[in-house]
């Protein structure tokens, strides 16, 4: 008598889980494969960080903009056109040289998704969620991102209620650059304070 191959699961437990619950609601008619499709097309492409980038680099190049994004960030967002589920309430938070701010979601996952798309996967890691928060000054120096001990770093817990923005620090040497010039600049991880943006000379 042989054993039955044994057929390792490459998924991780909350993957599988989504894929079957996608399954039983496609055999049901509940939902559209095609729609779903779309949905994570919009997000991952239409509506990814490209949306944020553009709202820092207006910020950076406007000051009455960034006013606006410090007194109502939901407002100053939406006037841009970036609107959705999950960008209901949001707040935008600078850094400067003397604070860096960093987010994270202690609960769940919390993300803006009109400006930043999908959260990445190490973003709802356990891992991250608790750290960020005990030992943020370690975690960014695990992005690679390390701070002179003078900048306080400030966490900020996004809720169902509130998604938070970080405009970065415009990098030196920039000056007379233009909004989309300066967007190519902005990261993903910088948005969320677990990056810098990119030096003109490397972008």
């Known amino acids: 008598m042989h054993d039955e191959p044994h057929h390792e699961n490459e998924l991780d437990e909350m993957t599988a889980r989504v894929r079957a619950l996608e399954t039983i609601l496609v055999e049901k008619g509940i939902v559209d494969p095609a729609a779903v499709d779309a949905i994570i097309e919009t997000y ?6 490209r949306n944020g980038a553009a709202v820092v680099a207006r910020a950076w190049t406007d000051p ?12 100053a967002i939406a006037s841009m056109g970036f609107v959705g589920r999950q960008g209901e309430h949001m707040v935008a938070v600078f850094n400067t040289p003397e604070e860096h701010n960093l987010v994270v ?16 996967t190490w973003y709802k890691a ?28 400030r ?4 809720t169902a209620e509130i998604r938070y923005l ?37 972008s």
């Open 64 to 75: 009455d903009f960034a006013d606006h994004l410090r007194q109502d960030a939901t407002a």
């Open 166 to 202: 970080v405009i970065p620090e415009r990098p030196p040497g920039t000056d007379g650059m233009d909004a989309e010039a300066l967007a190519d600049l902005v990261t993903r991880d910088s948005m969320i304070g677990c990056g810098l943006p990119r030096h003109p000379e490397t």
């Open 126 to 153: 356990p891992a991250y969620r608790s750290r960020a928060v005990r030992e943020p000054r370690a975690v960014l120096a695990e992005f690679g991102v390390t701070l002179p001990e003078t900048t306080r770093i």
């Open 105 to 120: 979601c202690t609960l769940c996952s919390c993300y803006p998704w009109p400006v930043l798309g999908l959260p990445p």
């Open 44 to 49: 991952e492409h239409k509506v990814g960080p």
């Open 155 to 158: 966490v900020w817990d996004s």
